[in-house]
């Protein structure tokens, strides 16, 4: 986004003048709207057929209105607007809000040539546009609603809400205004994104001094590398994200497709591209706020990661309880062992250090509890379960919070607080909200889900702070591909040898060619024979493992003979019988958020174990490495029954190189499969490779003159 542009979001989302198109008195707009004339924003109404809108004056057109205006709070039909838009563009006009239907989410000509035309006047004035088919705006602060969503009751704080789905953001304002502790911003509807998309509002609130923390409802990204490149700055500027990715399924996917105009993807690649930002992932407006609730509570200096819990309650059922969520949100809990003799003898009966259930009997020493667990190296936050209701307030319990609140800010480790059930108590909530140092959350889960989230933007953010990784660009191939039924592929020798090029280690392979004499390999045998330029050689069985050398020559008359019985390429291609230890996969495939490596166990490990890997390319070496680590419960690659470990800095090395040649090809490959990977003593070896490479693209028309219609290139915004 351009400095220019940017300023057209501020003006926009922050106006000062605001220009009401089309609204009259008694239309069902009026209620949503009413809001905003408590605002400090002067306030035009424009309608050509009522003299007098809500007790004021009205003007006729944009036109009329004297100086700058900084948003256009349109609510006429489609038709209009797109004039109003086109007027306004003449204007000195910040941006336009435009709330109805009938664009290009219709599918037709008609439709989409109307959007098109608010695309054309928008991006060559540089105005900003919220919408169409969305439900506006609100800044909460400033009392501004140019929506036509439910007046739902808001709290003003720093969480800002962007969301491609109106019904989800309802929801969404809904379940903050259920959890005290957080207040909103700006709540935006995207509709369509004719214009401003999402890239263009996380970039706006990256920069924005009232948005603490990013909420994002999703149905697709669409400029991939702009929304990245925006969310790597919100985290850096230490504004944490999450976001609710929507069409998670086939069925959904076809609704959002008629619900938005917009084709989405796989929701497992958008979970993937978010970890990796360190954007978290939540599954419903509730999840989503309970994920953004503690950090946005917690001051700068007691962000920590997260890597330790430790749970001090004065119960054993929600002692146990808040572990066992522990584990599921993937929360460390430390055994802290060394504390155990010293808290057997502080608290009779009591054995476990962590979690502790202080009982009445440990409530005493509770200062001298805190400050061992807080001084514990491997500890990084603690988590209080107690009763916390309006009901339960009470000089003693105002002290025991206060005790916790005292430790968390001597220690700097935050200290998190959980009421039973649903929200804190006011007397409660007070005590939490004056210290920087604590965060409660709407229950254990929600609390619990808080942290994670916690722990993992504090983990990514300083990843943020370094250069990207870059790769060189890989030229396509010049050979000739094979059609297949899955697509244009790249013969085996040709994938070898590319593979070879990038620095990826490939297993020896001697070529036949049809009718040519069998000669031998120059290695030994036993052998593996099959058909080469063949995509799914079992489905034909085109494959022959464990050929003696004595047997070569006929297994090759027999590849031969399915070649012409099947109408497949006769190329036959041996490769030497490996001692193989162990079998992974990698795999490149091109996604609509750009090239994404996928890693696995491989063999029968792929069904027993049913997980896989990604990350979006290129990555650094420290991302390989966590890929790898994702693996690590399965204990296969750390050597298991007696088997020796994998060399893993080879094998993040080579993911690494897989990711640079992803990126370096993303114009050209389609997909890539290297399967198997094989580990033998002598380090790792790609035994085959399915290669299957875009369409070339299709040549540069011929220059044509620009005529007044066309849509200018989209740049920014």
Not at 302 to 313: C, F
Request: charged residues 20%.
């Amino acid at each position: 986004m351009s400095g220019g542009q940017s300023e057209a979001l501020r003006r926009l989302l922050n106006p000062r003048t605001v220009a009401v198109v089309g609204l009259r008195d008694g239309a069902p707009f009026v209620k949503s709207f009413s809001p905003t004339l408590k605002s400090d924003a002067t306030i035009y109404y424009v309608n050509p057929k009522h003299p007098v809108v809500m007790g004021q004056t009205t003007v006729p057109t944009l036109s009329d209105i004297q100086g700058p205006i900084d948003a256009v709070y349109c609510v006429t039909s489609a038709a209009t607007a797109v004039t109003v838009v086109e007027e306004a563009a003449a204007l000195d006009v910040g941006g336009v809000v435009l709330v109805s239907s009938g664009y290009a989410e219709m599918g037709d000509v008609a439709g989409t040539a109307l959007q098109e035309r608010i695309a054309a006047a928008a991006l060559a004035s540089g105005m900003a546009v919220v919408g169409p088919n969305g439900l506006g705006y609100s800044n909460v602060p400033r009392n501004i609603g140019l929506t036509i969503a439910a007046d739902h009751k808001r709290r003003a704080g720093g969480l800002s809400i962007v969301s491609q789905s109106g019904a989800l953001l309802s929801g969404v304002v809904m379940a903050a205004w259920d959890r005290p502790q957080i207040g909103l911003n700006v709540v935006i509807s995207a509709g369509n994104e004719a214009v401003t998309d999402l890239a263009d509002y996380l970039e706006y609130l990256a920069h924005d001094p009232a948005t603490t923390a990013i909420g994002l409802v999703i149905e697709k990204i669409r400029r991939p590398e702009a929304f990245f490149e925006a969310a790597r700055g919100a985290i850096r500027a230490g504004k944490p994200i999450v976001a609710l990715k929507l069409a998670r399924n086939s069925r959904t996917q076809e609704m959002a497709a008629s619900h938005t105009g917009a084709l989405t993807g796989d929701a497992w690649v958008y979970d993937v591209a978010f970890r990796q930002l360190g954007i978290g992932v939540a599954r419903d407006p509730e999840e989503l706020i309970d994920r953004l609730a503690v950090i946005d509570q917690l001051g700068e200096e007691y962000r920590t990661s997260g890597n330790g819990l430790a749970v001090i309650t004065s119960t054993g059922g929600y002692a146990s309880m808040a572990m066992d969520l522990a584990l599921d949100e993937q929360i460390a809990v430390p055994a802290l062992e060394h504390l155990r003799g010293w808290i057997e003898d502080l608290i009779p009966g009591v054995h476990v250090p962590n979690p502790l259930d202080t009982t009445p009997m440990g409530m005493p020493h509770l200062e001298q509890i805190l400050d061992r667990y807080t001084a514990a190296p491997d500890v990084d936050a603690v988590l209080n379960v107690h009763p916390l209701t309006d009901e339960d307030e009470s000089p003693y319990s105002g002290a025991f919070l206060q005790a916790f609140v005292a430790a968390a800010e001597k220690t700097g480790k935050p200290f998190l607080v959980s009421n039973c059930g649903g929200a804190l108590g006011d007397w409660a909530r007070k005590i939490v909200d004056a210290s920087p140092a604590a965060a409660g959350g709407h229950g254990i889960r929600a609390t619990l889900r808080g942290l994670q989230t916690l722990g993992d933007f504090s983990r990514r953010r300083p990843m943020m702070a370094g250069p990207r990784a870059e790769a060189a660009p890989v030229a396509r191939p010049e050979q000739p591909t094979v059609a297949t039924p899955e697509g244009s592929m790249l013969p085996f020798a040709a994938a070898m040898e590319l593979l070879r090029s990038q620095g990826i280690p490939v297993a020896p392979y001697h070529l036949v060619a049809p009718d040519a004499e069998v000669s031998p390999p120059d290695f030994a045998g036993p052998y593996v024979v099959k058909l080469a330029d063949v995509g799914h050689r079992t489905e034909h069985g085109a494959v022959e493992v464990g050929v003696p050398a004595d047997e070569l020559r006929a297994a090759v008359t027999r590849m031969r003979s399915i070649a012409r019985r099947d109408a497949l390429p006769a190329l036959v291609v041996v490769q030497p019988m490996l001692a193989v230890r162990a079998e992974a996969f990698i795999g490149i495939q091109s996604t609509e958020l750009g090239p994404m490596v996928v890693f696995g166990l491989g063999g029968v490990m792929v069904e027993v174990i049913n997980r896989i890997g990604g990350r979006m390319a290129p990555f650094p070496r420290s991302e390989a490495e966590d890929l790898i680590a994702e693996f690590e419960d399965a204990r296969l690659m750390h050597g298991f029954r007696g088997q020796p470990a994998w060399e893993l800095n080879a094998l993040a090395d080579l993911l690494v190189r897989v990711g640079d040649f992803a990126a370096g090809s993303s114009e050209w490959l389609g997909s890539l499969d290297i399967n198997p990977l094989v580990v033998t003593d002598d380090g790792f070896a790609a035994v085959d490779a399915l290669c299957l490479l875009q369409a070339p693209p299709a040549p540069a028309p011929e220059p044509s003159p620009v005529s007044e219609s066309s849509v200018p290139e989209r740049t920014s915004i």
